[in-house]
């Protein structure tokens, strides 16, 4: 197996209410089947498929899925940008976790969940700088 992530898969009791919080965040979605919405993220894609067809394709019970202890993070270029980001996700029907702060490492993070419940991080980390188009490299792109 190489060593990348190409898809992440959101299983979502309400797509369409699910789709239209990531476009109010600003996301653009890309043309797909009926049934699964995707969206852009330079290199991978975000895909919301229905929870029920998600354990379907799995070949377990919906209930089992329930929730990970499990993250998906946003790296932003400034430090403010990571409070503009949780106001922008507020507006469009997020739950704020933790807002803007400073944390011990030396970076500034907040965390925010969709309405279905998946948990964003937003992060400003001053030791990986962001690439040109927003890559995210672990130590930075200098």
Known sequence: MEQRVSLLTFGCRDVAATAAFYEAMGFKQLPSQDDIVVFDLIGQALGLYALDKLAEDMGVPEESLGFGAATYA?????????????????????????????????????????????????AWNPFSKLGPNGEFRWGGFE
């Open 74 to 122: 946003h790296n932003v270029r400034e430090k403010d940008e990571v409070a503009q980001v949780l106001d922008r996700a507020r507006a469009a029907g997020g739950k704020i976790l933790r807002e803007a702060s400073d944390v011990f490492w030396g970076g500034h993070i907040g965390y925010f969940a969709d309405p279905e419940g998946h948990v964003w991080e937003v």
